[in-house]
C-alpha cells in the first residue's frame, strides 16, 4: 500500500508482474476498462486515443507476444488481457508532428484504465518493452498513428510459478524521489507549503 494518504485507487495502486495466466475476464469487465479510458478528459475532446484489445489466446495477442522484450515476456503474456495503447494524429486537422498533447492525452485515458481496474479488484502493469514498428506492422496500424504502450490487465498469480527475476520484482521496494523536487514555485525552487501527507478527508471524520 502507498504510504501517502491519497484517495484510493491511486493509494494500492501498483505494478504487479505475476499474473494468474487461468483468469479470464469477461467481455462487460473489459468493456468497463475501456469506458473509463472513454470518459478522459481530452485537448478539444479530440479523444485521440484508440485501443488494441488482446484478451489472452486471441489473434491480436499472438501477434503481440512475440515482439515483447526479454524482460516482459515472462510475465505480460500470462495476464487476462492486454491493451495497446495508440494515438492517433489522422483526424481533424491534427499534424503528424503535433504529438505532445495527443499523446498527453492517451496517457491519461490510459492512466483511467489502470485505476478502474484497480477499483474493480483487478491488477494492472503498464509496458513499453516491445518492438513497437514490428507490432505495428504486425497489427496494421497505419502511419497516421503510433503505438504507445501496453496494459496488461488481471488477477495475481503464485509467485511460486514464475521464474525468479518475475517472483522477485513483485517484492520490490517502491520508490518516489521527493516531492521537492517535483512541486517548483519557480523552476528548480521547491514549492515552500509542501506538508507531511495527513489523513485522507473520510478518514478524519
Ligand atoms: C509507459 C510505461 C512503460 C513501462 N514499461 C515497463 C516495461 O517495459 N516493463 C516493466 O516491467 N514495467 C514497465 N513499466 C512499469 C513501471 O516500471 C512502474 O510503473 C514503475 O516502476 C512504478 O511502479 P508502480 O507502478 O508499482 O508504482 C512501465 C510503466 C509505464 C507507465
Redo the contacts with the bound molecule.
Sequence with gaps: M?PVAIAEPLRS?????VFDPEHVLSDVEITRLLEAAQWAPSSGNRQPWRYLVAPRGSATHEALVPHL?R??SG?VPRASVVFLSVVELGQDGVELSDLLIPTHDV?QA?AHLTLQAQAMGLAA??????DHEGVAAGLGIPDTARV???IAVGVRGNPAEVPERDAV?DH?E?H?RPLAETAYAAWGVPWPRLQPSGPTVAERR
Excluded at 495502486?13 to 508482474?17: A, F, L, V
Excluded at 502493469?125 to 516491445?130: A, C, E, L, R, Y
Design positions: 502507498n495502486r501498483w505494478s504487479p508482474s522484450s524482460g516482459n510475465w496517457g490510459s502493469h503498464q509496458f513499453g518493452g516491445f504507445l504502450a501496453g520484482r520490490r517502491r518516489r
